[in-house]
């Protein structure tokens, strides 16, 4: 079956645009997250999805970014005023239940902010 | 913040040498997991061990977990250049949900 997708694979902007990331998750996962990944550095995480709530926004550096998933499969990260300091991969993943199971992720958004 | 440090940063070794990675956490687990990264792009999952296992094998992957000492180990044996890529331990948030931390990974070259 089909993996996590994410669109688009490569997002250069300018300096004080708004952005939306795209996540597809595996069909019949509940969970997805989102994950943020800078060079050189292991991914950092921004915010959990069980279902369509944010069951878990704790890593959402600032309130310009936000994500959705309205109906429970694909999700949005939305980025306002972007920075440069916002450039790096976005990774999103999901899994079957949220506990104790593998996360299968994505191959994730570059993001260039120029 | 990251919670799991590994170690080394880099290595570099012959196709056919075992590789050994190390991965140290602060905090209290319910599983760790291994994953491989190319090109700085997706993760694949090589291995989930939980908390009450010791160790676990999977092909020419062998993970071992010491809670004691908050430490894993990835062993790769008979590397391949194939396996050349960025490997990363990552545990999970005890709060139950798998929201997973991150180390800042090793990255692994194997020369033919």
């Known amino acids: 079956g089909a993996g996590v997708s994410q669109t688009p694979s490569n997002k250069v902007t300018e300096k004080g645009k708004y952005v939306e990331l795209r996540c597809d998750p595996i069909?019949?996962?509940?969970?997805l997250y989102w994950y943020r990944q800078s060079l050189g550095q292991g991914p950092e995480f921004l915010i959990y999805?069980?279902?369509?709530?944010?069951?878990?926004d704790s890593g959402l550096p600032n309130d310009r970014f936000f994500a959705v998933r309205p109906e429970g499969s694909v999700s949005t990260l939305k980025i306002q005023r972007t920075e440069r300091g916002d450039s790096a991969v976005y990774l999103c993943?999901?899994?079957?239940?949220?506990?104790?199971?593998?996360?299968?992720f994505g191959p994730g958004t570059r993001l260039t902010v120029l | 913040s990251q919670q799991g440090e590994e170690d080394p940063q880099a290595l570099s070794i012959q196709e056919g040498e075992n590789a050994t990675m190390n991965c140290s956490y602060k905090?209290?687990?319910?599983?760790l997991q291994w994953y491989r990264q190319n090109s700085g792009r997706g993760l694949v999952h090589l291995i989930l061990?939980?908390?009450?296992?010791r160790e676990k094998h999977s092909g020419r992957l062998r993970v071992t977990l010491d809670t004691s000492k908050k430490s894993s180990s990835l062993l790769i044996t008979a590397s391949r250049a194939a396996d050349t890529a960025s490997y990363f331990c990552?545990?999970?948030?005890?709060?139950?949900?798998?929201?997973?931390?991150f180390g800042a990974g090793t990255r692994l070259a194997v020369h033919p």
């Open positions: 990552a545990t999970d948030d005890s709060g139950g949900y798998n929201k997973l931390i």
């Open positions: 069909s019949g996962h509940t969970a």
């Open positions: 905090t209290s687990i319910n599983n």
């Open positions: 993943a999901s899994s079957l239940t949220p506990i104790g199971n593998e996360q299968f």
């Open positions: 061990i939980r908390s009450n296992e």
């Open positions: 999805f069980q279902g369509t709530g944010a069951a878990d």
